[in-house]
């Protein structure tokens, strides 16, 4: 089973990958400066495009090296190359950016988990963990105090009961 939204943007994508070989042959029969901005232009497609589809760019490429009709190298222009210079620059910025955030990440978990392996280190939560402590000794304690308590009272009512059955039992 397919999926009818990814269909759909294929068939999108190809659609305008016609576009652009269009205008490419179009552009090189004409003998016009084939530049990257301006093919973008003919085939109605983002220049982000034509970045993200390499073959389409090769093919740009060498469109704009090979003779034309007249024998002409068509020339790059040198606001297309200051474009295409500039989109890559602008792509290795987030790129390195990316990968400083990347390496941040990874050193602070490798840290954390070397640290936590290690046993060096005190857990992050000690003072909880000693509050916790201390009020279980005070119940503890407290349950002591109520255990001694209680065993007095059996102890009187286990001599009361001693004492009654033994005057029971000594009666004349």
Known sequence: MTNPMIDGKRADSARRRERVLKAIDTAAKNGEDITVSGLARA???DRTFLYRHRDLLERIHAAANTPGNEGRIAAVSR???QADLTNALDRNKRLAARVRHLES???SQLGEAI???SGLGTPVDI???QH???LLEQELATKQGELEERTEELDASRAANRELTRSLNHRP
Do not use: K, N, Y
């Open 43 to 45: 085939a109605r497609v």
């Open 79 to 81: 606001a297309s190359l």
């Open 105 to 107: 990440r990874l050193s």
């Open 115 to 117: 640290w936590a392996e």
């Open 127 to 129: 003072d909880r963990l």
């Open 132 to 134: 916790r402590i201390a």
